[in-house]
């Protein structure tokens, strides 16, 4: 199977940001298509953003402006630059990876995924 390790997540303030990183592997980071996606308690599970083999992007409508997802090519990471954190933002947030589809935000084409790093935001 893919391993997806994330880390990076913590508790900040309101306004203040975070790098998430996702390491893989070399196969999974140039044939798949990844994501982050994040969960609260008692919630479905959204896509946050999403990023296809050849760099296009796509971003849930609350963190356009503020988050930004890239990839190391170097490094076979997958990064989440995340600005401008709101008490909102806090989540377990995870990676995945797809070897369906391209950039897209929905769980159900994802068929790995990471353990998950958690992110408190509190003012």
């Known amino acids: 199977g893919v391993q997806l390790t994330e880390s990076g997540g913590d508790s900040v303030q309101v306004g203040g940001s975070l790098r998430l990183a996702c390491r893989t592997s070399?196969?999974?980071?140039?044939?798949?298509?990844m994501a982050w996606f994040r969960q609260v308690p008692g919630k479905e599970r959204e896509g946050v953003a999403a990023i296809d083999r050849g760099g296009s992007t796509r971003y849930e409508d609350s963190v356009k402006g503020r988050f930004t997802i890239s990839k190391d090519n170097t490094k076979n990471t997958l990064y989440l630059q995340m600005n401008s954190l709101t008490p909102e933002d806090s989540a377990m947030y995870y990676c995945?990876?797809?070897?369906?589809?391209?950039?897209?935000?929905?769980?159900?084409?994802?068929?790995?995924w990471g353990q998950g790093t958690q992110v408190t935001v509190s003012s």
């Open positions: 070399e196969y999974a980071y140039r044939r798949y298509s």
């Open positions: 995945a990876a797809s070897s369906l589809v391209a950039d897209s935000l929905h769980q159900s084409w994802y068929n790995y």
